[in-house]
């Protein structure tokens, strides 16, 4: 059962700060959901490092972004059965569900933008 006292990153950051460290029992700034901000991070700088490792490649860079996608999808909902998404806690589950909606999002983009050049979309500035 998830609840404000029985979660993991209240567990974690009573066990690290002590009982008497937040004034509520989940707050989202304590140091497992902060590491959590920081792995969203982390995947988004990997989603770059492929973009510039594959900048010649079109073909190739959608098929790494994909199956990355697809990885963080799958773990985001696989781990949704243990953890349940929980955006107030930033849990394990919401970033990596977010971090493969963001890369869904980013292949989209991508397709419609760069791969087929401007052909169906057309800006006015």
Known sequence: MLTPWCNFAGYFDRLIFGKLFMDYPNDPEGLF?????????????????????????????????SLITFILLWFGYFLKVWCPFNKAI??????????????????????????????YIKIVV
């Open 90 to 119: 930033w849990s394990i589950s919401f970033l990596f569900a977010t971090c493969g909606w963001s890369g869904f999002t980013l292949i989209v983009c991508f397709v419609l933008y760069d791969w087929w050049e401007n052909k």
């Open 33 to 65: 959901s902060t590491l959590d901000s920081f792995g969203n991070t982390y995947i988004g700088l990997i989603f770059t490092l492929i973009m510039f490792n594959y900048k010649n490649n079109k073909s190739a860079l959608f098929k790494e972004w």
